[in-house]
């Protein structure tokens, strides 16, 4: 299987910041990786696909990288609605597997 | 509107086995993408279970496929889980998604129903 390791695991920040939420997988994955977000007692929502690629409707102050096995999402600038947890998601391999999960907070 | 929306008894007992269901609206099932079911237990991260296409073709978690069951009902465009032998380590909350393909290779769930919380105990 395919590991996929996020860090940190959770962040403070405040409105306005820069945020970078990294994702490292086991292997070589291509650019197959998607990243999701999901606020309290709701199902996960597609952010990115395809590495990079935004998800129809999605502000742009999203955005995703990759280097290698590396991959990045960044928030530009932090809006209150953007307080959430954040997963990534590999789909090079089966089984699919998700990161452990980013959770980001008000400082 | 693209909606899914998971169905199914909120408790099981342990060593039974779990059924929901995913109705879909607003897309019909048989329209060339894949079916997906995920879940999260209780303060924790998201696990794939397993997927499914229009024609049967079935995709598991090798950590679950030996009590996994999916399929599709076309007629009724819905699609279905099952878990055997389920234990304490079952709870979680069920999620629906639809799968897309990039490229031709299984990419990104881009809708998720609201998700359906099954609690194993007896």
């Known amino acids: 299987d395919i590991q996929m390791t996020q860090s940190p695991s959770s962040l403070s920040a405040s409105v306005g910041d820069r945020v970078t939420i990294t994702c490292r997988a086991s292997?070589?994955?291509?650019?197959?990786l998607n990243w999701y977000q999901q606020k309290p007692g709701k199902a996960p929502k597609l952010l990115i696909y395809g590495a990079s690629n935004l998800q129809s409707g999605i502000p742009s102050r999203f955005s995703g990288s990759e280097s290698g096995t590396d991959f990045t999402l960044t928030i530009t600038s932090l809006q209150p609605e953007d307080f959430a947890s954040y997963y990534c998601q590999q789909s090079h391999s089966i089984p699919l597997t998700f990161g452990g999960g980013t959770k980001v907070e008000i400082k | 509107q693209v909606q899914l929306q998971e169905s199914g008894p909120g408790l099981v007992k342990p060593s039974e086995t779990l059924s929901l269901t995913c109705a879909v609206s607003?897309?019909?099932?048989?329209?060339?993408?894949?079916w997906g079911w995920i879940r999260q237990p209780p303060g924790k991260g998201l696990e794939w279970i397993g997927t499914i296409y229009q024609t049967g073709t079935t995709y598991y978690n090798p950590s679950l496929k030996s009590r996994v069951t999916t399929s599709v009902d076309a007629s009724k465009n819905q699609f279905s889980l099952r878990l055997s032998s389920v234990t304490a380590a079952d709870t979680a909350v069920y999620y629906c998604a639809r799968l897309r393909l990039r490229l031709g290779e299984l990419s990104d769930f881009d809708i998720w129903g609201q998700g359906t919380m099954v609690t194993v105990s007896s």
């Open positions: 292997q070589s994955i291509s650019n197959s």
């Open positions: 607003g897309f019909s099932i048989s329209s060339g993408y894949f």
